[in-house]
C-alpha cells in the first residue's frame, strides 16, 4: 500500500513505465541530450502540483502519449543533481494511443518503443533498471477500483432539512473539481455514488467532464448501507472487470476497503479510514481479480 502525496525528499519528481503491445511488451524510454542519458519518461512537480497529475502531465509532454495510470511502482530515491535528495513516485501506464508521432524538443530528442531485455540494456542508472524489474514481474493489465470519500459538506447539526439533501460546501466543491482532474488520470469509469447529495455533487464535475451517468445505490447509502452488501457490490464490479468509481461516506469508507481486502485476500491497511475528498484506488488484474496495487490519495496536493 503506497501514499505517495506523503514524504519530505528535497525534490519531487512523477512519471511512468509507459508501455504497449509490441514483440511481447514494449516500454517507452526517452533519450536527454542535456545529460545524454535514456531513461523513463518524468519530471518535477509544480508548485502546488498533485503528484498524479504531475506523472499525467511530463509523460505526456516527453512522450507525445496521454497516458492512463495503472498500478503504482515502487518509490525511487537517489541524490539530486541538485543537491539533496529526489523522490520519483513511479506507475505503470498505458497510452490512449499508442500511435502519437513524436516530436523532439529540447528536453527530449528521442523516444524509443523498447522490449525488455533491450530496455534493460539501454538504461542508463541502475534505479530504472530495478524499477523496469518491478514493472516486469507484476501483472500489466490492472483496472481501477476506485472508493472516495464524499468532500465536506458542511456540519450535519447545523443542517435542518432531511440529510440526504446535505449538500457539498465551498471547500468541497473546491474538492469535487480538483477530484474531475484526478479520477481522470485513470480514465473513464463506470459512477456509483451513495444516494445523497453530497456524494452525487462530489462525481458531477467528473461526469460532466467524461459524459458519464451517475448510478445511485442503497447498499453504499449511509443510514441503509450493510457492510457486507457494500462489499458484495465491490465484489460485483471485480466480477465484471469494468473500471468504477464508488463515493460514499466516512462511516463505510473502512468497511469496503477491510472488505474487499478481505475477499480478496489482501493484507488490510493499517488504517483503512479516509479524510472527506480522499480516495482508494484498488488496482485489479485483469487475469487474476486479484488486488495488484493499492494505493491513497488526498484531492489536494501536499
Not at 469508507?253 to 480478496?264: E, P, T
Amino acid at each position: 500500500m503506497a501514499d505517495p502525496s506523503r514524504g519530505d525528499a528535497d525534490v519531487r519528481a512523477a512519471g511512468a513505465v509507459l508501455w504497449r503491445d509490441g514483440d511481447g511488451p514494449e516500454v517507452a524510454l526517452i533519450h536527454r541530450p542535456k545529460y545524454d542519458d535514456w531513461s523513463f519518461p518524468k519530471g518535477k512537480l509544480k508548485a502546488g502540483e498533485h503528484v498524479l497529475r504531475a506523472a499525467v502531465r511530463e509523460v505526456e509532454e516527453e512522450t507525445g502519449v496521454l497516458p492512463r495510470l495503472g498500478r503504482r511502482l515502487p518509490t525511487s530515491s537517489y541524490p539530486a543533481r541538485e543537491g539533496g535528495t529526489k523522490r520519483v513516485d513511479y506507475w505503470v501506464a498505458r497510452g490512449e494511443a499508442d500511435d502519437v508521432p513524436f516530436e523532439p524538443n529540447d528536453e527530449v530528442d528521442r523516444l524509443e518503443w523498447l522490449t525488455i531485455p533491450d530496455a534493460a540494456r539501454r538504461l542508463s542508472y541502475s534505479h530504472d533498471v530495478d524499477l523496469l524489474r518491478e514493472f516486469e514481474a507484476g501483472p500489466l493489465r490492472t483496472w481501477p477500483l476506485i472508493i472516495l470519500r464524499h468532500g465536506s459538506a458542511g456540519e450535519k447539526r447545523q443542517w435542518q432539512d432531511p440529510d440526504e439533501l446535505r449538500p457539498l460546501d465551498e471547500r468541497g466543491r473546491n474538492e469535487a473539481t480538483l477530484l474531475s482532474s484526478l479520477l481522470s488520470s485513470y480514465g473513464p469509469t463506470r459512477l456509483i455514488a451513495s444516494a445523497t447529495a453530497r456524494c452525487i455533487e462530489t462525481l458531477l464535475p467528473y461526469a460532466r467532464a467524461t459524459g458519464s451517468d451517475i448510478v445511485t445505490d442503497r447498499a453504499i447509502t449511509v443510514g441503509e448501507a450493510d457492510p457486507d452488501q457494500a462489499t458484495d457490490l465491490l465484489l460485483r464490479l471485480v466480477d465484471e472487470g469494468e473500471p468504477a468509481v464508488v463515493c460514499t461516506h466516512g462511516e463505510i469508507v473502512s468497511d469496503l476497503v477491510s472488505g474487499l481486502c478481505r475477499r480478496l485476500g489482501e493484507k488490510v491497511p493499517d488504517d483503512p479510514s479516509l479524510r472527506k475528498g480522499a480516495f482508494w484506488v484498488a488496482h485489479i488484474a485483469e487475469d487474476t481479480h486479484s488486488i495488484a496495487a493499492l494505493e491513497r490519495h488526498s484531492a489536494h496536493a501536499r
